[in-house]
């Protein structure tokens, strides 16, 4: 008895340690480019993808992981990522924008053997690149439903006028035909008469021309604001505190960027895609030509309910029509 258990349990060792010099074998150490169509900082989308990839290179110290930011003049990306691309060291371009699918195209023609993974983007049949969507309209559903409510509510900020506010820095497909029809969809359902007050900045740093957006909405009676705007969102959020007003967050947890005042928070879960995403590339398991697509469902979009700068700030009544909402989104 004694000498069979002794034979599984050396028979066990051995698989174990072959499994782990197996899975060693099969991980390649990898070389991403992170491409950031931008600058990182103020804009969630771009900093989570930048925070997956270095907390990657933390836990594989073999890899190398190079994160560089394009700027904001969008005419000198596609030379940059050719300039990139050629210098021939990088397995992989990361990206996180749906207009970079074109770029990666023209850059593909020149450069047959580099592959491309891009999230927050949709584009099939490239066998060099892989894309992952995110169903950004459910996002917006839930934003807009939570807007509606607080527009509609006796909190201390909204007025009687029943009008929300969308800035955005520009317009592209996915922005005018999921984010910002998804927003006043989801108010809508609350109340269809709420207003949408929708304006753009014109670019994703004038944080000037934000505020000043943002306080001739609030003299017109919104009361609550959501933006897609990058670094001139900071605008928007310094006139909503000066001059009392609630903003609804996209894609990160920013309550503690004005408290009382950002009272919602969707979340993208974009750092643990980037995660799995290189985990999968350093196993040569990505397929190239496809593309994902990924909602409140599958878990790669939410809403941060567990955080005081939320249940500290909508009164209990509003909460639970909202979280019946988005439980009923997820189920769908
Ligand atoms: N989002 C940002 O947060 N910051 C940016 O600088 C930024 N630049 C963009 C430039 C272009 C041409 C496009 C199409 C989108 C840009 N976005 C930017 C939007 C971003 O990729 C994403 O769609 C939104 O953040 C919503 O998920």
Redesign the pocket.
């Known amino acids: 008895m004694k000498k069979a258990i002794f034979i599984l349990l050396i028979a066990a060792i051995l698989l174990t340690t072959g499994c782990i010099r197996k899975n060693q074998a099969e991980k390649s150490d990898i070389s991403v480019l992170v491409f950031i169509?931008?600058?990182i900082a103020?804009?969630?989308?771009?900093e989570l993808m930048a925070e997956g990839a270095l907390e990657y290179a933390k836990l594989n110290p073999m890899a190398n992981i190079k994160i560089y930011e394009a700027g904001?003049n969008?005419a000198l990306w596609e030379q940059q990522l050719t300039e990139m691309v050629s210098e021939g060291i990088y397995d992989i371009v990361m990206g996180?924008?749906?207009?970079m699918p074109q770029l990666c195209v023209n850059v593909a023609r020149l450069f047959p053997d580099q592959k491309f993974i891009i999230l927050?983007a949709h584009h099939e049949g490239h066998p060099q690149i892989r894309t992952y969507f995110?169903n950004?309209y459910e996002q917006s559903l839930i934003l807009g439903y939570l807007a509606g409510l607080i527009t509609t509510s006796n909190m201390p900020y909204a007025n009687n006028r029943k009008r929300i506010g969308f800035i955005a820095?520009?317009e592209?497909p996915?922005?005018t035909g999921h984010?910002v029809p998804g927003f006043i969809e989801g108010a809508r359902m609350v109340d269809p008469q709420i207003e949408l007050d929708y304006r753009l900045v014109g670019s994703?740093n004038d944080a000037n021309k934000a505020s000043d957006l943002a306080s001739a909405m609030m003299s017109s009676g919104v009361d609550v604001f959501t933006s897609?705007?990058?670094?001139a969102a900071q605008g928007l959020i310094k006139t909503a505190v000066e001059r009392g007003a609630y903003i609804v967050w996209?894609?990160a947890n920013a309550y503690n960027l004005a408290p009382g005042f950002i009272v919602g928070c969707g979340i993208?879960e974009q750092k643990k895609l980037v995660i799995e995403i290189l985990n999968d590339a350093a196993m040569n398991k990505i397929q190239y030509g496809l593309s994902d697509i990924l909602g409140l469902k599958d878990g790669y979009l939410g809403f941060i309910f567990d955080d005081p700068g939320y249940y500290d700030n909508i009164p209990l009544e509003i909460r639970e029509k909202f979280e019946a909402f988005v439980k009923d989104r997820m189920s769908i």
Not at 96 to 99: E, K, L, R, T, V
Not at 228 to 231: C, D, Q, T
Request: proline share 6%; charged share 5%; aromatic share 16%.
């Open positions: 169509t931008g600058v103020g804009s969630p989308t771009y904001v969008q996180s924008n749906p207009a927050d995110y950004q820095a520009q592209y996915l922005l984010m994703w897609i705007a990058g670094g996209y894609n993208m």
